[in-house]
């Protein structure tokens, strides 16, 4: 008789974990702190499970999973939606933490998500300084829009904390390039990113610590994974508008600001956008295609280790490597 496989569920909330495995329905739950991790990873090493799957919940789950993968078990974390999705589709609607464990041990089983590897102490701790950064802007948008409407007797204390937020931006920023530049792989990613015309600091930043499998994956995987690829909507003879949806959209909000810098400073971004809209292309979509073949060419870059080089502004990816 053959080896039994198993999946295993953790659903994570600040002080619980709730595992469940199938087939068996085995369940229980337990801390979460790690001084009991060691007894968690122990029991699931008895079983040995195939895959173990947890929910991205801002966080939470990443001192158990990092746990269990530095243990040498199979552990990935999946999208919260994908999962919801998955529940809905088998008619589960009703929602608790047993339940959440049990959904994700039979998404596991069912779907077979790819197990990527999850980031150390050094990209985490570069990813916790990109958070902030994307943090401090949300305060400083929401301050200055604040202000346009405020009471002119506040109109002081907005724009002393204004103040303060941008110089909080400027020093995380500087801490930023810094962690970039003592390390000597970040160092030349960042370099080859920054070659290209429109990419800055920040799309580098965001490209390093959001986006770890660029290089790893086609154009089309890789637009997909980011979101800015179109996604048909057919069905009979009905053929509906391509539109993008999903994918990683604090990479996708970096990227159009850089793709829009990139169709005034990128001569084969430039061309491209230009014989977009001169076909009668919207703006928007023009936009859109113009991210699209930035993060392809970004993507090529890594894939061959090659900075930008433009021999002339023609379009197209083979052009813009050296």
Known sequence: MGEITCFVGIDVSKDRLEIAVVPGEEAWSMTNHETDFDALINHLKNLP??????????????????????????????????????AKAKGILAKTDRIDATVLAHFAQAVRPQIRPLKDD??????????????????????????????????????????????????????LRKAIRASPIWREKDALFQSVPGVGHVLSSTLLTRLPELGALNRKQIAALVGVAPLNRDSGKMRGKRSIWGGRAQIRAVLHMAALSA????????????????????????????????????????????????????????????
């Open 263 to 322: 169709t005034r400073s990128n001569p084969v971004i430039k061309a491209f956008y230009q014989r977009l809209t001169k076909a009668g292309k919207a703006h928007k979509v023009a936009m859109t295609a113009c991210m699209r073949k930035l993060l392809t060419i970004l993507n090529s870059m890594v894939k061959t280790n090659t900075h930008w080089r433009v021999q002339q502004p023609e379009i197209g990816v083979k052009d813009t490597l050296s």
């Open 122 to 175: 050094q990209l985490r701790a570069l990813t916790a300084l990109a958070d902030r950064r994307g943090q401090i802007i949300t305060m400083l948008t929401a301050e200055k829009n604040r202000l346009r409407s405020a009471h002119s007797s506040l109109h002081k204390d907005i724009q002393a904390h204004i103040s303060w937020l941008q110089k909080r931006l400027e020093d995380l920023d500087r801490e």
């Open 49 to 86: 499970p195939s895959m173990i799957v947890l929910e991205a919940t801002g966080g939470l789950e990443t001192p158990v999973a990092s746990a269990l993968a530095g243990a040498g078990l199979n552990v990935t974390v999946v999208n919260a939606r994908h999962v919801r999705n998955f």
